[in-house]
C-alpha cells in the first residue's frame, strides 16, 4: 500500500536548522511531483514547497523562501526539506504529499496522497 513517512521534526530555537525527510513506498516516487505542506493551529494548510518529478523544478512559499530547500532522491524514494533560519511562525505539522498531475500543484486538492505529519516547533 501507500505510505509516506516523514521524518526530522522537533523542538528547536529560533535561528536554528531542520532537516525533514519523507520516506516514499507503494507507487512509482520517480512519476510524482512531490510537495512539503504545513498546518498551524486554526490555520489552513499550505504549501511551504513543492519540486518536479525530475527534481529540476521547484516552488516555494514566499515566506520560506532564501530558507528553505526541497530536494528529493529518486534512488532513495525520498523528498528533503532542508530548513533554515528557523523562526518561530514555522511553527506546525509539516506534511508530505505526492501529486500525480502533470505540473507543480501549489493546493492540497492537487495531491494524491498524504504522510501523517511531522510536529516542528519552534520557540522565539
Known amino acids: 500500500q501507500v505510505q509516506l513517512v516523514e521524518s526530522g521534526g522537533g523542538l528547536v530555537q529560533a535561528g536554528d536548522s531542520l532537516r525533514l525527510s519523507c520516506a516514499a513506498s507503494g507507487f512509482t516516487f520517480s512519476g510524482y511531483f512531490m510537495g512539503w505542506f504545513r498546518q498551524a493551529p486554526g490555520k489552513e494548510r499550505e504549501l511551504v514547497a513543492a519540486i518536479s518529478r525530475s527534481g529540476r523544478s521547484t516552488n516555494y512559499a514566499d515566506s520560506v523562501k532564501g530558507r528553505f530547500t526541497i530536494s528529493r532522491d529518486n534512488a532513495k524514494n525520498t523528498v528533503y526539506l532542508q530548513m533554515n533560519n528557523l523562526k518561530p511562525e514555522d511553527t506546525a505539522v509539516y506534511y508530505c504529499?505526492?501529486?500525480?498531475?502533470?505540473?507543480?500543484?501549489?493546493?492540497?486538492?492537487?495531491?494524491?496522497?498524504w504522510g501523517q505529519g511531522t510536529q516542528v516547533t519552534v520557540s522565539s
Open positions: 504529499a505526492a501529486s500525480a498531475s502533470s505540473g507543480i500543484a501549489t493546493i492540497p486538492g492537487g495531491y494524491n496522497y
